[in-house]
């Protein structure tokens, strides 16, 4: 079985569990196993936009080097935000041999930017192929409307992620499609939910996030999906003020793409952590005879 | 033994004055092979060039030096008053001793001054007496011209030089010429239509009997050199017998099948036999054999039915022609950045998200909706319009790093354009900075805001999103510090203007350079606009960058200028300081070919009477060489020189240091 | 040899150098220094060339064998060739023939390459005034004179 060098983060191992567990599950039922590092810590939780502000490289630059030390060659990532910190603090280690030279000064420990940083959905899409996932699918989600929701941190800045187009992406879609959903494109899919604002100004948040739900559910979205831990916090967390501020809204679930590819793959419910969302999806799939 | 004459110059005291050019001469006339040497106040005078004219012929000199000011300035002067008293003029030679030594060591007791003077002078004298005579080199110009494309620059260069009395053959790659000019509705800043103006020079261009116009054709390779080209140009087979077809458009009427028109940029279809505009020049159809089924299926052949000449050839082959010219134009033109890269706008995702050059077709009264403003995807007329600048343009992390030069104003014109023809329309546009700069141009813009009521805002688009049948336009207004949201009927972005594709390769066949937009370079931005560093290769038109009508066709005739400036006469004259092989050492390493900035060296093959080949070994073309010598140091044989700084000169000199 | 002649009469050791230049570039930056009357040191003597893609490194060894002290190259900057490529050719040479002049036993201190253009009068001034000084400290370059008289004799 092809083994894939893991990094959770520590969202993963908290409130965003089902994150982790349902893509655990997901792999082995695709036939790959992830492998957790045996060694990490938190990635920094933001890349540091000033640039000599190198300090906030160490962080991510260690996790690095460790999975560089444990010998994969690549590591993975589920949740977004550690997927844009890792992959673009490995980018500079490769690219700038000063600022490389400046971080091993920190971390006492030379790491080149040799391995590759990479996203559960490279894998599906790359390494397994969406074809492949389709045969897979036991459970075919037919019928229900889902929209992707990508946010910012997958995919940008674009030279640096490199993962899809920034500007209309369709990975996940394509994803959804495998699953036998129908995919619902709108405008607001990689529009920012607030992010770390959901800390000081959640009214910022509940509008923003208030922008994505209606224009997903404008769409006629029953569903959305996403990578991101954050992204999937401040969209449930704010529905309750969209729903009372916009007439005519239904809620809309909002869950990690890994729970849905667990649901179709035929994955117990249980073990994909549905009950820890807010909104739950079950009335969802009953409703549509899933 | 030589017999060198040595004149030091005083200039007044500008030398005198650091220099004793007294003893200066007078050691010259020390060394072996000078017969005569003195000083002179002012040698560049007429008494001073006569002194030398004289002193030529009395001492029967072979060789001259002046020590004076810098051969940048005077050695022309000297050259010329040898060559009058029959010395051959590259016999007469220059030491630096004004700018190199007088001028920049101030010692007055002229101690640093004379040593230094002195040894300028010996050197010189070394390298003097190793100077062979050289002779003017004569190259034969054949007087045709070659204009690589058939826009408005290329025409126009066509005309004046069909006009200057010489033969032109122009070679057009799509059915008609025109280029991108006959897609333009109406023209900036004076707003005449762009097909009444156009027209009539493409009329003139099929009548000239001077100009031999090879449209559906390409250039596939040009050999040679200024004054004697050889060029290549495939003929694309049009399955249309060009002598026999009458341009009646019999066989377009009854053509049953289409395809999308590359004329009309996709927003309507044309026939598959078909000419790309109804004034096309030559008004000759070709058949589009992709979308053919006679040729994918063997099926139709309606054409061939129909047509009274009998001028369809579905069995037609490209052929390819060979044409000798002396000079050649360039003007490939432009293309518009493909929309595709900037998916924040939704072009290709949304129908009515369209481009400028797509909005000039829709205002062109002979475009697919007959001039009326009406969005391709539902043919409804656009109340509100929302003109986006700057897309690819000033934008090095997506586009390029340079302004597009004619965005600003045409925007400015459809924003007028559509306003004159739907008067309850509003136009929107986003810009970045508005370069209006030229005749009457600020005035335009001005005219299209105040009058035509368009809506400016200073600010980028962030987003554009459909809604409801509405292209809703998401942006910043830095002017007014605010977010604004416009919901529109339809988009036109002002994409970049972008060098054609293709164009590196073409610079590589005819040996010329471009930058890395794929630009032809001048040679020299300023002062040699046209030329290229290829001699006898002129540039016209946006094939070196985004430029507006009027200067493609200042360029046209500017190049067409520099050729007939060429053809002047039957042969040219050029410097003899150009490399030469010495057959019997060289040893085909062939290093010298690769290192040639010029392509000036090729591979020769020697054959006896017989025609076997007897060896190889590498040939200088005179007519192409710079003189730059890069060759002459490459060479590990030592076969070649380069004359006028021979290796045996060049050691003269380094021994008498 | 007069100059040196002189230069032992002041007692004081003058270096001579001999620079290559390119005839488009460098020779007329250092026109300009004269049109525009700077100073400077009174040491080099300037062999032009059409271009530094000419210049044989056998013409830098001959130099020095000749009595320089010193030897500059100096061309038009990269990118500015009148023959669009010249300096380039020079420049690769000139890495490939750095290090075979070490070997033969002559300080890079006493080699220098540089690019002048037509209108920096200033640089070529620094230039000169900064070879002169740095070569000065070196002192005469001997190892080769004997060469020549080998050869000569």
Request: charged share 25%; aromatic share 8%; glycine share 10%.
């Amino acid at each position: 079985m092809m083994k894939i060098p893991y990094y959770p983060g520590c969202t993963l191992n908290t409130v965003a569990k089902g994150l982790d567990t349902s893509a655990r599950e997901s792999a082995a039922a695709l036939g790959f196993e992830m492998e957790e590092l045996k060694g990490w810590n938190c990635c920094g939780a933001a890349f540091p936009l000033t640039p000599d502000n190198l300090i906030g490289l160490t962080a991510p630059a260690k996790v690095l080097l460790n999975a560089k030390k444990e010998g994969g060659g690549s590591v993975m990532t589920l949740c977004s935000v550690c997927y844009n910190v890792l992959k673009r603090t490995n980018r500079v280690l490769r690219d700038d041999k000063e600022k490389r030279s400046i971080v091993t000064g920190f971390i006492e420990e030379d790491y080149d930017g040799s391995i590759d940083v990479i996203h559960y959905l490279e894998v599906l899409r790359d390494r397994v192929g969406f074809e492949k996932i389709k045969e897979a699918v036991k459970r075919p989600l037919k019928g229900i409307r889902a929209g992707a929701y990508y946010g910012c941190m997958l995919l940008r800045p674009f030279k640096e992620m490199g993962i899809d187009d920034h500007e209309a992406p369709t990975i996940m879609e394509g994803l959804l499609r495998a699953l036998g959903c129908e995919a619902v494109d709108f405008p607001d899919k990689a529009e920012c939910c607030g992010a770390h604002l959901a800390m000081t100004r959640t009214d910022i948040v509940e509008r923003l996030s208030g922008n994505v739900m209606r224009s997903a559910a404008g769409r006629g979205a029953e569903l959305i999906v996403t990578s991101c831990p954050l992204c999937q916090y401040n969209l449930e967390k704010s529905q309750k003020k969209t729903l009372e501020e916009t007439p005519g809204y239904r809620e809309v679930p909002v869950v990690y793409f890994t729970q849905l590819l667990g649901l179709a793959l035929g994955q117990d419910e249980d073990t994909l952590g549905l009950g820890k969302n807010l909104w739950d999806i079950r009335p969802l799939l009953k409703s549509k005879g899933v | 033994m030589a017999r060198i004459g040595v004149f030091v110059c005083q200039c007044g005291n500008n030398i005198e004055g650091t220099v004793d050019t007294k003893k200066v001469a007078e050691e010259a006339q020390k060394l072996p092979g000078v017969v005569y040497s003195r000083n002179y106040k002012f040698m560049c005078s007429s008494p001073g060039q006569e002194m030398l004219k004289e002193a030529i012929k009395k001492h029967r000199l072979d060789g001259v030096l002046v020590s004076a000011c810098s051969p940048h300035m005077h050695e022309k002067t000297f050259r010329k008053a040898s060559d009058a008293a029959g010395l051959n003029p590259f016999r007469c030679e220059m030491a630096n001793i004004r700018e190199q030594c007088s001028w920049v060591h101030h010692d007055r007791t002229k101690k640093t001054g004379t040593v230094k003077g002195n040894d300028l002078t010996r050197m010189a004298i070394e390298r003097l007496k190793r100077n062979r005579p050289l002779k003017k080199i004569n190259i034969p110009v054949t007087r045709r011209a070659l204009v690589i494309g058939g826009g408005i620059a290329g025409i126009q260069a066509a005309l004046d030089i069909a006009e200057g009395g010489r033969e032109v053959i122009l070679v057009e790659r799509e059915p008609s010429i025109g280029g991108n000019m006959a897609r333009l509705s109406e023209t900036f800043p004076t707003m005449d239509c762009s097909q009444c103006i156009l027209t009539p020079k493409m009329v003139e261009v099929e009548l000239n009997e001077k100009i031999k116009l090879y449209a559906y054709s390409e250039v596939e390779k040009v050999d040679g050199y200024i004054g004697n080209f050889t060029v290549r140009i495939r003929r694309k087979a049009k399955y249309v017998d060009e002598d026999l077809c009458t341009g009646c458009g019999e066989c377009i009427e009854k053509c049953p099948f289409k395809a999308g028109s590359e004329f009309e940029l996709g927003l309507t279809s044309r026939k598959v036999i078909y000419t790309p505009f109804p004034q096309s020049v030559p008004n000759i159809p070709v058949i589009d054999a992709p979308n053919c089924p006679k040729f994918q299926k063997d099926k139709c052949g309606a054409c061939a039915v129909v047509c009274g000449p009998k001028a369809i050839d579905f069995k037609q082959k490209d052929t390819v022609v060979e044409e000798k010219v002396g000079a050649v134009v360039v003007a490939t033109g432009y293309q518009m950045m493909p929309n595709e890269r900037f998916g924040e706008y939704g072009y290709g995702r949304f129908k009515d998200v369209i481009s400028g050059m797509q909005f000039e077709r829709l205002a062109s009264s002979s475009g697919p909706t007959g001039g009326e403003i009406r969005r391709p995807s539902d043919g409804k007329v656009p109340e509100t319009v929302v003109f986006i600048q700057c897309v690819g343009s000033r934008d090095e992390a997506k586009g390029v790093s340079y302004c597009s030069k004619v965005c600003c104003m045409y925007t400015a014109k459809h924003t007028m354009l559509f306003r004159h023809k739907v008067k309850s329309g509003q136009a929107y546009v986003f810009y970045m900075d508005i370069r209006a700069g030229g005749k009457r141009y600020e005035e335009f813009v001005r005219k299209a805001i105040e009058k035509d009521g368009a809506m400016y805002l200073r600010g980028r688009v962030s987003r554009v999103y459909e809604k409801d049948g509405k292209v809703v336009v998401c942006g910043a207004d830095t002017l007014s510090n605010s977010q604004v949201e416009i919901e529109a009927d339809m988009v036109v972005l002002a994409t970049a203007v972008v060098s054609r594709k293709g164009s590196d390769g073409l610079a590589r066949t005819i040996g010329i350079g471009s930058d890395r937009h794929g630009f032809y370079n001048e040679y020299h931005p300023k002062l040699k606009p046209v030329e290229t560093v290829n001699a006898g290769i002129y540039l016209a038109g946006a094939c070196m960058g985004p430029m507006d009508i009027p200067e493609s066709v200042n360029m046209g005739s500017a190049a067409a200028g520099k050729v007939l400036g060429l053809f002047s006469s039957e042969e040219m004259a050029r410097e003899p300081i150009v490399a030469n092989v010495n057959e019997r050492v060289c040893n085909a390493c062939w290093d010298c070919v690769v290192a040639c900035p010029y392509s000036a060296i090729e591979r020769f093959t020697v054959k006896n009477g017989q025609g076997d080949v007897m060896g190889m070994h590498a040939k200088v073309n005179e007519g192409v060489c710079q003189g730059c010598g890069v060759c002459v140091a490459a060479c590990r044989s030592k076969a070649i020189d380069l004359a006028g700084y021979t290796d045996e000169q060049v050691f003269a000199a380094i021994n008498a240091f | 040899m007069s100059e040196h002649a002189q230069y032992e009469q002041t007692g004081a050791f003058e270096p001579k150098i001999m620079a290559f230049v390119c005839n488009w570039c460098t020779y007329a930056g250092a026109d300009l220094a004269g049109t525009s009357r700077l100073e400077y040191r009174p040491n080099v003597r300037i062999i032009k060339l059409p271009c530094t893609g000419r210049i044989d490194p056998l013409f830098i060894i001959k130099a020095f064998e000749n009595g320089a002290d010193g030897v500059l190259v100096s061309g038009c900057h990269p990118g500015d060739c009148h023959y669009t490529t010249g300096n380039y050719h020079a420049r690769r040479r000139w890495i490939a023939f750095k290090s075979l002049m070490e070997f033969t036993g002559i300080d890079m201190r006493r080699l220098h390459f540089s690019w002048v253009s037509a209108s920096e009068a200033i640089k070529w001034v620094d230039l000169i005034n900064g070879i002169t000084e740095e070569v000065k400290i070196l002192g005469p370059f001997v190892e080769y004179k004997g060469l020549k008289g080998e050869e000569n004799g």
